[in-house]
């Protein structure tokens, strides 16, 4: 299609939606088309489509299909989970503790109610967020995977913590909410990781576009942030997208199949990649702890370079790479949220996203540094 | 597939996504994936496939591109323009003037506003709308097409007396708002209707399942219900679903290549449906103005049948139509909320919608009501 080779390292950003995904929501859209809720015996088939689709995304966090709320994608689930929770508490003035690195989903939303005086917001950095913890704490949100510098947060540690201040306290807040649309490669069993609510995103794990899902544990206090019908057992209204509910469970199930396998060449591919940056002569800074990143993510500061020129510049010659995370693109400068709240505020401007998905391999890697080289070298 | 011929008179329930539509979305899941807010060259491209696509549906209002905003579907575009308009009004408590016969996304979170104080709600029959406007109006909402019965309330005069209102007391409120998911064979452009606001969803018109769209006027406030990224223009975060988005436009492409077409057609098969019904035996009257109602639905009482009964025998005989909205039927008894609503409560648990659309034909009329004779003769 193109004259040049192209090469995408912009996974993180959205997948392409994979081949057996694609061909299990095939017959969804014009054969077996009816709506869920229809009574006659092909909309009832259809209802149990979804049913087996949603045993499929459970199966994924080894949790309760009765658990997973469908959506339409991660900002929505994000939007419920916050909002949901906050105003299904019967406080005065919730507390939310937020890490500095969430999604805008969770903090544009946690800045427009702590604007108006609805809530309160103690924004921090991880290590910190125990100590944030206060009686009118309803909502801890941690991203587990930063979408722009890759870092991992320790989920399953604050979820232990919180699980306990719950318990030593005799009361069922906080809840501990996490973002894991970027952490398909990493450990996501709800009993060990112990979370409370979980987003996912079909468009970054391969599945179709325009649709997500809330994980929700049983007696967490939800309401639902739109009004309609009573699908999803009263949580979410709307007709349910039966093609993409379908393929979403589709995604999870190859996700959880290739996971293992794919964190081990994601992380022989990221080293890679660092050896040979290092190995050029390339002025070049890792953005966060290599050593706690997901393997498919690297964020990499180049003193001097402008973020925006260099990912144009890499773009013309076919590189497809990001300056951050994609959403912030049209409305703000090119600038990384994620680098900033790192403490790299000289980086922020000067930093390149890549990220590696199903299609990497160590020859484009190679051409992406050496392509790299011609214009920074 | 079956082992009978099934028979789809649901259409109104929703649609299967024509062969066009299809097409169109095909090459967007997995080879023109690219998020549409990258700025490499591929990114970009698919932005200018949603800009394009957004000129479709706006050629099917005959309104400006800008002025439509992509959403997940009618359900949210309804939510959207409520407690958007509701939310964005700087009064301490708007006022909104709502016929009975609303979908549930508009009317249940009326409902939840009026229940907390927080809003004023006229619901009024449609010729006591314009009564029921005072200077705290700030909405009025207005289903084109009842989903459920049929009937076509009189938008454009409605709208025209709405205009009249604002600029004879020189104020931007109310505005207009119309749910026209079931009006795509009807009148719809956007001078002529006087709308301010309007809602369509792609699974009712052909269109891919987990799409829809708001038309928002120029100047009319709305806030967002969700935060995120930028997308949108701001009014709408999350990545765009692109095929989604392009297969909504083609839907509505062709749509607007078919109405008037379609409209004749479907109303000749109405009239032909009620001839068989008048020559048959069965007891039976229209719910609904025969006269002022769109020619895609009919729903019929037949005394001292339940709907659910007749809903899943005529499913088991393969006919496939509905007692209601579908999306009522998980939660609550087969019972017609618009049915109620025109007085008709006597019959709210005794109908039957039945609903055509391209497929129809007069041999599938005919069947039907052979096989309605079966068991109500």
């Known amino acids: 299609m193109y004259l040049y080779m192209a090469i995408y390292l912009d996974y993180a950003s959205t997948t392409p939606t994979s081949k057996c995904v694609l061909k299990s929501m095939q017959k969804f859209w014009s054969n077996d088309f009816y709506n869920p809720s229809a009574i006659y015996p092909e909309g009832r088939k259809v209802a149990i489509e979804i049913k087996k689709a949603r045993e499929k995304c459970a199966g994924f966090l080894d949790c309760r299909a ?35 690195f969430e999604h805008p ?55 232990k913590f919180i699980k306990k201040y719950r318990h030593d306290h005799n009361t069922i807040y906080p809840y501990l909410y996490t973002d894991a649309c970027q952490a398909i490669y990493l450990p996501i069993n709800q009993e060990t990781m112990n979370y409370d609510l979980l987003t996912l995103d079909g468009s970054k794990i391969y599945g179709p576009k325009g649709v997500g899902l ?53 992380k022989e591919l990221k080293n890679y990649f660092i050896e040979l940056l290092n190995a050029s002569k390339i002025n070049y800074s890792i953005n966060g702890d290599i050593d706690k990143s997901s393997p498919h993510i690297i964020n990499i500061c180049i003193p001097g370079i402008s973020s925006e020129f260099a990912v144009i510049a890499l773009g013309e010659k076919g590189v497809m790479c990001s300056a951050g995370a994609s959403c912030s693109n049209l409305e703000l400068k090119m600038s990384s949220r994620s680098v900033s709240a790192i403490g790299k505020t000289e980086c922020a401007e000067s930093s390149i996203r890549f990220s590696f998905g199903r299609a990497t391999s160590k020859g484009e890697i190679k051409k992406v540094v050496k392509t790299l080289l011609e214009f920074v070298g």
């Open 105 to 159: 989903a969770v903090s544009e939303t946690l800045k427009l109610l702590e604007s108006t005086g609805q809530i309160e917001v103690s924004w921090v950095k991880p290590e910190e967020i125990t100590g944030a913890i206060k009686p009118e704490t309803v909502l801890v949100t941690v991203i587990y995977v930063n979408n722009e510098i890759g870092s991992v947060q320790p989920v399953r540690e604050i979820g």
């Open 214 to 266: 809330l994980y929700i544990r049983d007696n967490v206090k939800v309401s639902p942030i739109s009004n309609g019908g009573g699908q999803e057992a009263g949580k979410r209204p709307g007709t349910e997208p039966v093609p993409l509910v379908v393929g979403l469970g589709e995604a999870l199930v190859e996700a959880k199949a290739t996971k293992d396998k794919e964190f081990k060449r994601l």
């Open 66 to 100: 009765d658990n997973i709320v469908f959506t339409s994608g991660g900002t929505e689930s994000a939007n419920m989970a916050v909002l949901g929770v906050i105003n299904a508490c019967k406080l005065d003035k919730p507390h939310v503790v937020a890490t500095m």
